[in-house]
């Protein structure tokens, strides 16, 4: 990633966890779970641990951005616990596509090109190390 879009997701996010954590992470996984069914059984029936894994777990990557490779095991290492929840290439699309959704509805007038691209770029990147 280059700085200016290292900089464009850090200041999203930023913006981002101004809004209440668990309300992000609802908003994320109804928009998923919605467009997905079937994903839904992946998860536990209690989400509340899920959504403060997913948010903290983010935050910790996106401050991280600088230095992705510092963080690169627990990437791959997190990536492989995924495939023993059945977790497959085609899901993290899905969950591509309900981040940025998020991050979009979430920004309002603070969301534009360029933070798109920076996102999706961040998010290929994460997910194709998970893949491995
Ligand atoms: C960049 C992408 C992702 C991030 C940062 C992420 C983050 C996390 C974290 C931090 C956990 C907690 C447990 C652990 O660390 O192993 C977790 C669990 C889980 N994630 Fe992800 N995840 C990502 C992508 C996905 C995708 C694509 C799916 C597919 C539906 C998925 C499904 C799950 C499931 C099923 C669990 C286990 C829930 C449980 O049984 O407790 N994740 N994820």
New binding site residues.
Partial sequence: MTIIEIREVKRTWKLLRNINPSIVADAFYSK?FLEHPR?RS???KDMD??YD??I???SK?VARLDNLENIQQEVVD?GE??KS???VPK??D???EA?LWTLEKGLGDDWNDEAAKAWSKC?GI??AE?MG
């Fill in positions: 998923l994903l992946m998860f536990p641990e899920q894994k997913l903290t777990m983010l990557i997190m616990r995924h929840y059945g977790v899901h993290y899905m969950v591509g981040l998010y994460l997910a998970m």
